[in-house]
């Protein structure tokens, strides 16, 4: 079976080792310039839209789809549900499991990432989190400072008082914890994106309060939220 897997998120890297007897093509965005190894086929790059996937599913002869990007790439997963009702295919998310708060949390959930740069408070140390595509909302936030942490250096526009940090995950509590505390954090900027949540667990050791963005809605289809089960599904389809 030659399976088509959109990724860019640890659970699609560990889908692709996890299916030893399939063919796999992990298709990414490009937007990490050095993208951790996979076994089997890459492709990266956009499409051009659902059409183009379309295209692409066809002419590779796809037979099954997984969508396996990040819950915030809200644009792909509507291009993958569109794309499969243009092309009749098999398609299964793989989404991981949001975070819910637990005891010691103070979380304040907002909609969007302009409504979180409107809640970071006037004069905070706020630790901004997001990944590096998204910060122009907080250009303008001229009384507050920020620390923005990416895999890749940030987009511009920044706000004007600003450190970066690039890296990557997964990430320690105890770093976490330093970190906060090393650049004196009094808030901290998330996308509830669900798995690694060392961030998370250093905010709530240190009483330290997390704005929180809530996930764009998914389109319709089937879902799980493991790579075990969407192995499973694979199965099934056999
Ligand atoms: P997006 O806004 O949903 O997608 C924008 C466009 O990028 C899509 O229309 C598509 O272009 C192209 N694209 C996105 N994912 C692709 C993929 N896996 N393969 C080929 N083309 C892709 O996406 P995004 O939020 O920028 O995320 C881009 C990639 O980074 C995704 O693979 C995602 O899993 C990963 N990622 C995103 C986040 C996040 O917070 N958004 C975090 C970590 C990783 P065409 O229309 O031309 O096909």
Request: charged residues 25%; neutral net charge.
């Amino acid at each position: 079976m030659r399976a088509l897997i959109l990724g860019g998120t640890t659970e699609a890297a560990a889908l692709a080792r996890a299916l030893t007897d399939v063919e796999v093509v992990t298709s990414l965005a490009g937007r990490t310039s050095r993208p951790a190894a996979l076994p089997g086929r890459v492709r990266i790059g956009g499409f051009g839209g659902a059409q183009g996937l379309a295209e692409y599913l066809e002419t590779e002869g796809i037979e099954t789809l997984i969508d396996a990007t990040h819950p915030f790439a809200a644009r792909i997963s509507a291009n993958a549900a569109e794309a499969v009702r243009l092309r009749p295919t098999p398609r299964l998310m793989l989404v991981r499991p949001e975070w819910t708060p637990q005891p010691g949390d103070r979380w304040t959930t907002v909609p969007d990432i302009p409504a979180a740069a409107d809640a970071v408070p006037k004069g905070a140390r706020a630790f901004l989190a997001i990944g590096r595509q998204e910060l122009a909302p907080f250009a303008g936030r001229a009384d507050a400072w920020f620390l923005i942490r990416s895999v890749e250096p940030p987009d511009r526009p920044l706000p004007p008082n600003h450190a970066v940090v690039t890296a990557r995950g997964p990430f320690r509590v105890e770093d976490e914890a330093a970190l906060l505390a090393e650049h004196r954090i009094d808030v901290l900027v998330a996308k509830n994106s669900g798995g690694d949540d060392a961030k998370l667990a250093a905010a709530r050791r240190l009483g330290v309060p997390v704005v929180l963005v809530k996930r764009p809605p998914l389109p319709e289809g089937e879902r799980v939220d493991t790579v075990a089960e969407a192995v499973a599904w694979l199965d099934g389809l056999r």
